[in-house]
């Protein structure tokens, strides 16, 4: 079956436009609803709807309410809260399925919608083309007695921050340490200061007074330049800065040096493999080359996963393994959380630097990375950039020049019409130059 509308995470676009219309989340709430109620044997389905601070989550998630309400299934409500939280709160409610109303990093203009299953999991491809067949079937109402009910989880917050705190060693504490938390102005606004302060840093917050216009906007993961300056401004020993949903990170340490989530996974993975055998990482094509190639050396097996984290964590759970994670600071602990979460990732990391004793600098130290230029390039929808042919001559020739030390990825993004094309070299200047070619020979 062809999918329609979910993309490698959930439903997205821009608001009031396509499907994030109140109308057609309207269905989708009540074809979902529908979904999981012939997958529930033991009384009514409920789900908990979370969302990020954009203007729209309030429409988005009214209608998708009444979705689930028309279909016979109960909602709880917690309101702006990370996407890792409702996964976690899914599971430790003993709940049908979680909904998170989130475009992530996008700019405020968009939303989306994605699912996790009741153990706490990105739903299978199988289940979301359930959800998209049902969108064909019309929409009705069941009998007023079976109508779901909605009710308000108010202590969501704090429950979730209690679980954040449980993934970060006992023995260990970050008393004595000034972080500067960014937090993009999105989910975790209120619950990311807190959980660093709990544990005993002295926290310096930014990114935190969303106004539903300011999400993600100069500020968060894909914004880490202004936090390097925050961290030197503040004389910070770390910055921490999450994207619009909370769960991605990016790291810069003392002095304003960035790491991204390769580097950050590295150095997890690192630490843990001097307490026990690490058996394996996931990455995805984007991984830098000096990740896999350094894992070789370690004698730990690497293997790639198509972008996405959902990815990812199919890779792990197929070969029973705990770490993976994307460039982007899409972390995955399963040893901790069963899904990618930014705090949490980043609570890994600092737990690691304080049982080294040292510098973040130092765990990743035997890691040299590879020059990466990637370029997004607009293209129409369905572009079939394997048929362009002035794209396949440049790349016959960028992958000459190469000679092997190097590589090339292209692909289309899972969320917006863009071809992302991609160059690794050792030299970055050479990666940037090949790259422009290739982005060239797309826009001609």
């Not at 108010?154 to 006992?170: L, Q, V």
């Not at 401004?233 to 340490?253: H, N, Y």
């Not at 990637?374 to 394997?386: D, R, S």
């Amino acid at each position: 079956m062809t999918r329609r509308y979910f993309g490698t995470d959930g439903i997205r676009g821009t608001v009031g436009q396509g499907v994030i219309t109140p109308e057609f989340v309207l269905r989708l709430g009540h074809a979902a609803g529908r979904v999981l109620a012939r997958g529930n044997a033991a009384g009514r389905p409920a789900v908990l709807i979370g969302k990020d601070t954009r203007i729209s989550g309030y429409m988005l998630e009214a209608a998708l309410e009444a979705g689930f309400s028309s279909a016979g299934v109960d909602v709880v409500l917690c309101g702006p809260l990370p996407t890792p939280a409702v996964a976690y709160l899914t599971r430790a409610l003993r709940l049908t399925a979680g909904v998170v109303i989130s475009a992530s990093h996008n700019p405020y203009q968009d939303n989306g919608i994605k699912f996790f299953s009741g153990a706490g999991k990105k739903l299978p491809d199988e289940t979301e083309e359930q959800i998209e067949g049902a969108l064909d079937e019309a929409l009705t109402c069941v009998a007023s007695r079976h109508l779901g009910k909605a009710r308000r989880l108010d202590d969501a917050a704090g429950r979730y921050i209690e679980f954040c705190k449980s993934t970060f060693p006992a023995e260990v504490d970050l008393k004595g340490l000034r972080l500067v938390v960014d937090c993009a102005h999105g989910a975790a606004y209120h619950v990311a200061p807190d959980v660093f302060h709990e544990l005993g840093a002295d926290v310096v917050a930014v990114g935190a007074t969303p106004n539903g216009f300011n999400i993600n906007d100069g500020v968060g993961a894909v914004h880490s330049a202004g936090l390097a300056a925050q961290v030197l401004a503040q004389d910070a020993d770390f910055g921490i800065a999450l994207d619009g949903d909370a769960d991605r990170v990016i790291m810069v340490e003392r002095g304003g040096r960035t790491f991204n989530g390769d580097e950050l996974l590295y150095a997890v993975v690192r630490e843990r493999m001097r307490q026990v055998p690490v058996q394996g990482v996931v990455g995805t094509q984007m991984t830098n080359y000096a990740v896999e190639h350094r894992f070789a050396e370690l004698g730990v097996p690497f293997v790639r996963a198509r972008v996405g984290d959902r990815y990812v964590l199919e890779a792990l759970e197929e070969r029973g393994w705990l770490y993976g994670g994307e460039s982007s600071g899409h972390l995955i602990c399963l040893d901790r959380h069963t899904t990618g979460d930014g705090i949490i990732s980043a609570l890994q990391v600092l737990a690691a630097v304080r049982r080294i004793g040292g510098r973040l600098a130092d765990l990743t130290a035997e890691l040299k990375m590879m020059a990466q230029t990637m370029i997004n390039v607009p293209v129409i929808e369905g572009f079939a950039w394997h048929d362009h042919a002035p794209l396949a001559r440049e790349l016959a020739r960028v992958e000459s020049e190469l000679h092997g030390a190097g590589r090339v990825l292209i692909r289309p993004s899972g969320t917006e019409p863009v071809l992302r094309v991609m160059v690794e070299a050792a030299d970055a200047d050479l990666a940037q130059r090949l790259a422009g070619r290739l982005a060239a020979s797309v826009r001609s």
